[in-house]
């Protein structure tokens, strides 16, 4: 039966923060299930007689209140009635926890749902915060969770580092395979940090081979819930590290849907044809079918566009970062006239396309640009999956059966 971090330290009583000043970096996917309820983690520490004295929000804020791309003030909370430091404000400095946000914290704790993507942002949050933390001499606690994707596959390319931003903070894959506590060993290992810096509390008993509505959950059930506003499922954490790089154009990728990054298109969009295009490419493991949607907001609102519903066939087989690449290939060539990259600043960057940025560099936009096809914009993938498992293997905390980080 699978524990999350959070609730093998609860379980414990959380004996070793007794007694300390705790910060916690937290969103309302930070539960702890117990005799069949779920409760947030701020508040199973406080029962375990734990002073919580801070709370740190992440992208989207404490509550998830705010939408992708949104800063988020800090102040107090109603809720429990403690300060709270946004870790993603309206200006990049924001971003990183800054020195005297620990004043009064002995220790950080940080449990924040992952979805196995390079472009989501809680990692790079996590990696900024250890390195405010050893400069104050701060220890900090990951609580781990399960990657959502289990842990044997692995998709995508490399970051060239003129292209590092908030949306590729490490030279991973787009779909990189690890937990959250793995990345931060990596990360520790990779800046030279003492280890002892960082304490992981590991999962119990998580099957790197299951995806995570296949884990036995136990009599509690599953604790899943959205770790961000359009991150509602598991099924959509599986489709984002492709769907998610339509938001480097100005398709439509679903936000403002009740299905985002599963619904993709534009008014211009001839839904069958695109259908018909994209069962040509046979992407491994990708079921499409016509579709037409209405976003409330965010890109098309009040539009009816049509596209197309993604789908999964086969999750094992499933290419997600290649099956994104074709869906902007496929309604690119559509109409190459009305098609257009996001331009405007992104992820407090300027000078570079977003597009760019997500893939962690300019090669598939490159190739996309003068008419190449989906194999040669996505050719440099296995070079970059191999040269990633090579440099995790040390740091992994759960055995692999199987895939590139067994």
């Known amino acids: 039966m699978v524990r999350t971090g959070a609730e093998v ?12 000043r705790v910060g916690v970096v937290a969103n309302p996917a930070s539960l702890v299930r117990s005799r069949g309820r779920r409760v947030h983690l701020v508040d199973a520490l406080r029962a375990a007689g734990v002073a919580v004295v801070r709370l740190y929000g992440p992208e989207h804020g404490l509550w998830s209140t705010a939408q992708d791309l949104v800063g988020v003030e800090g102040g107090p909370d109603p809720i429990f009635g403690l300060p709270v430091d946004t870790l993603y404000g309206r200006t990049v400095d924001t971003l990183t926890l800054q020195p005297q946000a620990l004043d009064g914290v002995d220790a950080l704790v940080f449990d924040v749902q992952d979805v196995g993507s390079r472009y989501y942002t809680y990692f790079a949050t996590l990696c900024m915060a250890i390195d405010t933390c050893v400069a104050r001499g701060v220890p900090v606690w990951v609580l781990d969770r399960p990657n959502p994707l289990g842990g044997e596959q692995v998709e995508g390319n490399r970051v060239d580092p003129r292209f590092k931003s908030f949306v590729s903070w490490l030279d991973l894959p787009q779909r990189h395979g690890l937990t959250m506590g793995e990345i931060a060993r990596l990360y ?25 509505d296949e884990l036995d959950w136990g009599p509690d059930g599953s604790p899943w819930y959205a770790p961000s506003p359009n991150m509602p499922t598991v099924q959509t954490a599986i489709v984002y590290p492709g769907g998610c790089l339509v938001e480097g154009t100005l398709l439509s990728e679903g936000r403002g849907t009740t299905r985002p990054f599963e619904l993709v298109g534009a008014p211009w969009i001839d839904a069958r044809r695109l259908c018909r295009d994209l069962e040509a490419m046979d992407v491994a493991g990708l079921s499409v079918r016509p579709m037409a949607f209405e976003p409330t907001f965010q890109k098309f609102a009040r539009q009816v566009c049509q596209g197309v519903a993604v789908e999964v066939s086969d999750r094992r087989a499933f290419a997600a970062v290649r099956a994104g690449v074709a869906l902007i290939a496929a309604m690119r060539a559509q109409n190459p006239a009305l098609f257009q990259w996001r331009t405007e600043i992104y992820e407090f960057v300027a000078d570079r396309l977003a597009i760019d ?25 296995a070079q970059g999956q191999d040269a990633f498992a090579r440099r995790a293997q040390p740091q992994l905390l759960y055995p692999r059966a199987a895939g590139p980080l067994a």
């Open 357 to 381: 940025l997500l893939m962690g560099g300019p090669h598939c936009r490159t190739v996309l640009d003068r008419g190449g096809g989906l194999d040669e914009a996505t050719d440099d993938f």
């Open 188 to 212: 520790v290992a990779e800046a030279a940090l003492p280890q002892a810096a960082v304490r992981i509390v590991a999962c119990q008993d998580w099957d790197p081979a299951c995806y995570f």
């Open 9 to 20: 330290l609860c379980e414990g009583g959380a004996a070793a923060l007794r007694g300390l």
